[in-house]
């Protein structure tokens, strides 16, 4: 598809990389000095809290709650409707977060919490946060810079983004809530992957922080560059996706390197997002 698809939802963002839809049919963001942005179809941004720190991926529940990764403050924060921020967790004693990425609910209110690591190392792991605010560790068989996630339209699994791997992964959830067995499931090698969104059809859609790129992953395994901006001027590092609108059947993606949040129509529709209702 050609890069004049791509139009703009929303400008004068500060350098957004978490984006999601919340329930109310309403985009959230963030921005790199802790914001949190709430966007109308109309593109009219309202900043509803900061918190000084540095959002990456965000998620919502039922309630309308933000859940923020802060890289800043190393901890996911929660933001209520009315901008009230508290800590929603740091981590683990032993475990503490260093560089909460992206986070994904499951119909539970469990919550998937990446945490990257340090670039180099390979000493990323994935939290769970239960519905009663319980953190642990997860897994830390998904090492390579863990990313951008999403749960499998089943609830089943969660694929992950292992950016310094260069691959998609997907790592079964147990019955018990357990990390069961990974597998990857592309490898995406001449690029960095940063965010990922699950479509109906079974494809996987990848934001790319390097090179500018949005591509699509099939289910039969094959690998399309959807788009592809070699001056970062529509496309500015891509990072994290989501499907809005309609039947879900466009896709906003942020512009870490920018101030905007893009959209197109890329022929795909998307799974929606869980919300669970939390407890208060």
């Not at 921005?31 to 900061?50: C, F, I």
């Not at 967790?89 to 469990?110: I, K, W």
């Not at 000493?123 to 749960?151: E, K, M, Q």
């Not at 466009?250 to 920018?258: D, I, N, P, Q, R």
Request: net charge negative.
């Amino acid at each position: 598809m050609q890069l004049d698809a791509f139009t703009e939802l929303a400008g004068g963002l500060d350098h957004p990389e978490g984006v999601a839809l919340g329930p109310d049919g309403l985009v959230y963001a963030g921005g790199e000095a802790g914001q949190v942005y709430r966007v109308g179809a109309d593109g009219a941004v309202t900043e509803l809290a900061s918190t000084g720190g540095f959002m990456y991926g965000v998620a919502l529940d039922a309630d309308l709650n933000v859940y923020a990764c802060d890289y800043g403050n190393a901890s996911v924060a929660r933001i209520t409707p009315s901008g009230d921020v508290s800590t929603y967790s740091s981590g683990t004693t032993d475990r503490p977060m260093r560089v909460p990425n992206f986070a994904a609910f499951d119909d539970e209110g469990n919550l998937y919490v990446t945490d990257s690591g340090e670039w180099g190392s390979d000493d990323g792991l994935i939290y769970r946060i239960t519905a009663d605010g319980t953190t642990a560790v997860w897994t830390d068989g998904l090492s390579r810079f863990p990313n951008g996630c999403c749960l499998s339209a089943d609830g089943g699994s969660l694929y992950v983004v292992e950016s310094r791997g260069r691959a998609i992964s997907r790592i079964a959830i147990a019955d018990d809530g357990s990390a069961g067995s990974a597998e990857q499931v592309a490898d995406v090698t001449g690029s960095q992957p940063d965010g990922i969104a699950l479509a109906t059809d079974g494809s996987l859609i990848v934001g790319h922080y390097r090179p500018d790129r949005i591509s699509v992953i099939r289910a039969d395994g094959s690998i399309d560059v959807l788009a592809e901006d070699p001056d970062g001027v529509v496309l500015n590092q891509p990072a994290n996706i989501a499907f809005v609108g309609e039947g879900l059947g466009e896709t906003v993606v942020s512009s870490l390197g920018g101030w905007s949040l893009m959209k197109a129509d890329v022929g795909l529709t998307g799974v929606a997002l869980r919300y669970p209702k939390l407890l208060p």
